[in-house]
Each structure stands twice: as C-alpha cells, then as structure tokens.
C-alpha cells in the first residue's frame, strides 16, 4: 500500500511508515532497510498524498505509477536517472500523454523515476487506490 510509503526532506529514497514515537516517526529505509527517526522539523510526504498535474488537473501518483507498471510489465524504467531530461519527458508522455508540460518539470519527472524504480525493485508495487475507511 503506497500510503505507508513516505519521503522525507534531506533524506534519499523512501521509507516505510513503521512506528509513531514521542515527537517523531520511525521509518524504514525501503532500500537497505536502516530504521530511522523523522523528527517534526522534517517535512514528510506520503506519497498517497502527491499528485501530477495534467492539462485537466491532477492525478494521483498512484494511478500514474500504476500506469508506468503497465506501460513497463512491472519492470524497472527503460530511461536511467543519468539520460536527458528530453529521454526522461518522451518517456513519461508515454505514460501520461496528458500530464502538463508547463507545470511538471524535469525534476519531478526525474523524481517519478526514481521512485518507480525503487517501489519496483523493493517489491512495493501495489499500486492500487488505498481503500477509504468505513468509520463514516
């Protein structure tokens, strides 16, 4: 479920949601698995909670990474971190052929990217919609 999967400001990668401390969160790396504590200076996203913009609006990450999965069968993107910001965009038109060119820049593009892999290589690849609880 991405909406345990967090980024944290200053810190490369992602994290996994695994405990609420006194003032803090403690995640897990989803790379090399090291715990470590997001204190309330860090600003810290889930990544349910980010959306790309397209020439209608926004769309949540989770349906562009569900999108990516199905363009690339589950694998890794075939554009590296390291190709140009005009390999990654033809890239990712592929996969949003509607996202908006003005407001998405090559670092977000670049972002996704690197994202994606790490969600596919780490096995979090359940891109499905997080289901909304029925306390209501």
Do not use: H
Not at 32 to 59: N, W
């Amino acid at each position: 479920m991405i909406d345990k999967i967090l980024s944290i400001s200053g810190k490369s990668g992602l994290f996994r949601l695994v405990a609420r401390g006194n003032n803090m969160l403690i995640c897990e790396n989803l790379a090399d698995k090291r715990r470590v504590p997001a204190l309330q200076r860090d600003k810290v996203l889930s990544l349910a909670d980010i959306a790309m913009y397209t020439v209608d609006g926004e769309v949540s990450l989770n349906t562009v990474f569900g999108k990516a999965k199905d363009l690339t069968g589950g694998k890794i993107a075939p554009v590296a971190l390291s190709d140009s910001a005009e390999a990654q965009r033809a890239w990712f038109a592929q996969v949003m052929p509607e996202y908006d060119e003005d407001r998405v820049r090559a670092c977000d593009i670049k972002k996704f990217i690197q994202w994606y892999n790490i969600l596919i290589e780490t096995g979090n690849d359940d891109f499905s919609e997080p289901e909304e609880s029925a306390a209501e």
